[in-house]
């Protein structure tokens, strides 16, 4: 049996909307976001993840794993990558760099102004972007996940798969947990692990390969279920639930547009929008 993320129903602002017209606005949103390396933009389009943030009644403790998980990844990506490699700045940031400090020894790095105001860009532009998908799952009534693809424009097969893939992340987290106490019960040691990564690694198999074979069972029994209802033999499907644009959806997806049209013009005609340093911090 499937399982899906910790959805409960809330009675927000945001859930009164069409979950097509959240996805919509999301992916819609993702792509002016990227159209611009100015903060000043991007502050604009944080401020509007955070009034819809704020507009879920979510708390912490329901997002917290999501959220370490996120803040872990943009370490990764944002510190190591940008701050202390580089690797990951545009050629804005390396053109005329104006250096804020330098160090010889013991090893040779050399900090500029841009560089650090390119990692806080970024750190607004992921968070404006993250904010707007992790409220997905755990304000979107799971059972609306396949008619949402359908009425979206996607094929039956395919909104379907979309639903599964929505449930398999909880669904291993389910049975990894299930199998981690099962095996606890039995007295195999899980808390101290000794040794290198290899024999750590090694430890952990009586944990990864039943989840591993439960998971290819699992999706077996579902593509059988599926094969004995006819699904990929029957002609026109029909969904369970059914969903209906109104004023408000409709609203929501055309201010989502003309944003996306504005994003794609400002930097390609009128060259606005690209990477930005504050004046007053260029000596």
Do not use: C
Not at 202 to 209: D, V
Not at 214 to 228: K, P, T
Request: proline share 4%; no cysteine; glycine share 4%.
């Amino acid at each position: 049996m499937v399982v899906t993320f910790g959805y409960k129903q809330r009675n927000s602002l945001v859930e009164t909307f069409d979950p097509r017209a959240r996805w919509i606005f999301s992916i819609l949103s993702l792509f002016t976001i990227v159209n611009f390396w100015d903060i000043r933009f991007l502050l604009y389009f944080l401020l509007i993840s955070v009034v819809q943030y704020s507009f879920t009644r979510l708390t912490w403790k329901e997002t917290k794993r999501a959220w370490r998980f996120i803040f872990f990844l943009m370490f990764i990506m944002i510190f190591v990558n940008t701050i202390v490699t580089s690797a990951g700045t545009i050629s804005d940031v390396t053109a005329n760099p104006h250096v804020l400090f330098a160090i010889e020894k013991p090893i040779r790095f050399t900090m500029t102004i841009e560089r650090l105001w390119f990692a806080l860009t970024q750190v607004v532009r992921v968070l404006s972007i993250t904010m707007l998908f992790i409220v997905v799952p755990f304000t979107m009534d799971p059972r609306q996940y396949g008619i949402t693809f359908k009425g979206m424009g996607l094929g039956d097969k395919l909104a379907f798969t979309m639903d599964l893939a929505f449930r398999f992340v909880p669904t291993l987290a389910r049975d990894f947990g299930t199998t981690m106490d099962a095996q606890k019960a039995r007295g195999y040691e899980l808390d101290n692990l000794k040794g290198n990564i290899f024999k750590k690694i090694a430890r952990m198999a009586p944990i990864m390969i039943p989840v591993t074979m439960n998971s290819l069972l699992s999706g077996e029994d579902m593509v059988n279920a599926m094969d004995l209802r006819g699904f990929s033999t029957s002609g026109k499907r029909t969904w369970l639930y059914t969903l209906k644009y109104r004023k408000r959806d409709i609203a929501l997806i055309a201010y989502s547009v003309v944003v996306l049209i504005i994003s794609i013009i400002l930097p390609r005609v009128f060259h606005i929008g690209g990477f930005w340093v504050p004046p007053f911090l260029i000596p």
